[in-house]
């Protein structure tokens, strides 16, 4: 039963910290990266669908994408989806592909992406936490209903807490990591 709760609680706080780098992706630094533009959803023959499965979608360089349609029919489609996505960024049509430039991030915005990523860890962090309350609650019942004993329930929460400064390690050196990227030029 222990190990159960271990592992319940170790899955749970893994998926916290996975759930954290998939949103911290969202997040635009000065860079372009494919996954910036995740969240742009075209209208295909009235189906909303992801850029990524209408069109290739990549980075020529540090500043820019290219986005090559599979069927050109659809670029104004595309054109309109990055309009609407709000993403900054305004699309150049040459007929057959469509570029995108990454403005300079100016210091203010970078300092609101930093505030942006510090929330975005602080979220994390309290999932953790809660993996970590309800894995004791549990223990404790347990040891309550005489299934563990008070030993073997402190020692489960002594590894719960292990676990969870483990998670919230990670967490921090994500987020640390991102923060650094968005603040340096």
Do not use: C
Not at 5 to 23: G, R
Not at 123 to 148: C, G, I, Y
Not at 150 to 177: N, V
């Amino acid at each position: 039963m222990i190990e159960t709760v271990k592992k319940t609680a170790q899955d749970k706080m893994t998926k916290a910290v996975n759930s954290l780098t998939e949103e911290l992706k969202k997040v635009r630094t000065g860079r372009a990266q494919v996954s910036m533009l995740d969240n742009v959803r075209v209208n295909y023959y009235g189906n909303p669908s992801p850029l990524n499965q209408v069109a290739s979608v990549s980075t020529p360089d540090a500043k820019s994408f290219l986005i090559a349609p599979w069927e050109t029919s659809i670029l104004k489609e595309i054109e309109q989806a990055i309009i609407k996505s709000d993403l900054g960024m305004a699309p150049i049509n040459d007929g057959k592909t469509i570029r995108l430039k990454v403005p300079d991030l100016t210091e203010e915005r970078r300092k609101d992406l930093a505030k942006q990523v510090s929330k975005f860890a602080e979220e994390s962090r309290v999932a953790v936490r809660q993996v970590r309350r309800d894995a004791n609650e549990t223990l404790k019942k347990a040891s309550k209903d005489k299934v563990l004993s008070e030993d073997e329930a402190k020692k489960a929460e002594a590894d719960i807490q292990k676990l969870t400064d483990d998670a919230i390690k990670k967490i921090d050196q994500i987020a640390k990591e991102k923060e650094q990227s968005i603040l340096t030029l």
